[in-house]
Antibody, heavy 115, light 108 residues
Framework: QVQLQESGPGLVKPSETLSLTCTVSGGSISSYYWSWIRQPAGKGLEWIGRIYTSGSTNYNPSLKSRVTMSVDTSKNQFSLKLSSVTAADTAVYYC?????????WGQGTLVTVSS | EIVLTQSPGTLSLSPGERATLSCRASQSVSSSYLAWYQQKPGQAPRLLIYGASSRATGIPDRFSGSGSGTDFTLTISRLEPEDFAVYYCQQYGSSRFTFGPGTKVDIK
């Protein structure tokens, strides 16, 4: 059974870069799309982007200028970088398998943007 | 961008009752690429339905999805205590995937 686990700093300063990694266990990362989705406290879900194991990416146009995703198949991991963060980027960040529908999801990690 | 609208915002029902949740898209969703998720407090969303009407692995048959084009419905035939949660629809038929704002199903 595939499981996903997000990791990374829980606090990021404004204007800096948010960096998260998702580790996939219980199965291979190969031949799938992998996505990042976020959810501000008490609010809805926003798809950030997806990456295929070849390295091909698609990003949400609203975030595209600040997002970079990468994949490391040797470590069964994929990563998210979001640059120039502001308080509006404070959210729970989820990683998930899939490039359209998402299943399964990681448990999520709260990232707070504050000085 | 395809905007999804969900109604009602909150649905107050008793265990054993039938729940009908609506999701309407601002434009037609290609190939019925519409999914439904359940989210409980402090947990990640869980995929229930994909392709508008296909149940995900392990999802009880009291959950069913229907619809096409711009109008979709999630039905829970008889609410169990563990079904009280927030439900989101999501479209993946366009290049920019979007979620609806959610419907909260709470205990009456």
């Amino acid at each position: 059974q595939v499981q996903l686990q997000e990791s990374g700093p829980g606090l990021v300063k404004p204007s800096e870069t948010l960096s998260l990694t998702c580790t996939v266990s219980g199965g291979s990362i190969s031949s799938y799309y992998w996505s990042w989705i976020r959810q501000p406290a008490g609010k809805g879900l926003e798809w950030i982007g997806r990456i295929y194991t070849s390295g091909s990416t698609n990003y949400n146009p609203s975030l595209k200028s600040r997002v970079t995703m990468s994949v490391d198949t040797s470590k069964n991991q994929f990563s998210l970088k979001l640059s120039s963060v502001t308080a509006a980027d404070t959210a729970v960040y989820y990683c998930a398998r899939g490039g359209g529908r998402f299943d399964p999801w990681g448990q999520g990690t709260l990232v707070t943007v504050s000085s | 961008e395809i905007v999804l609208t969900q109604s009602p915002g909150t649905l107050s029902l008793s265990p054993g009752e039938r729940a009908t949740l609506s999701c309407r898209a601002s434009q037609s969703v290609s190939s019925s690429y519409l999914a439904w998720y359940q989210q409980k407090p402090g947990q990640a969303p869980r995929l229930l339905i994909y392709g508008a009407s296909s149940r995900a692995t392990g999802i009880p048959d009291r959950f069913s999805g229907s619809g096409s084009g711009t109008d979709f419905t999630l039905t829970i035939s008889r609410l169990e205590p563990e079904d009280f949660a927030v439900y989101y629809c999501q479209q993946y038929g366009s290049s920019r995937f979007t979620f609806g704002p959610g419907t909260k199903v709470d205990i009456k």
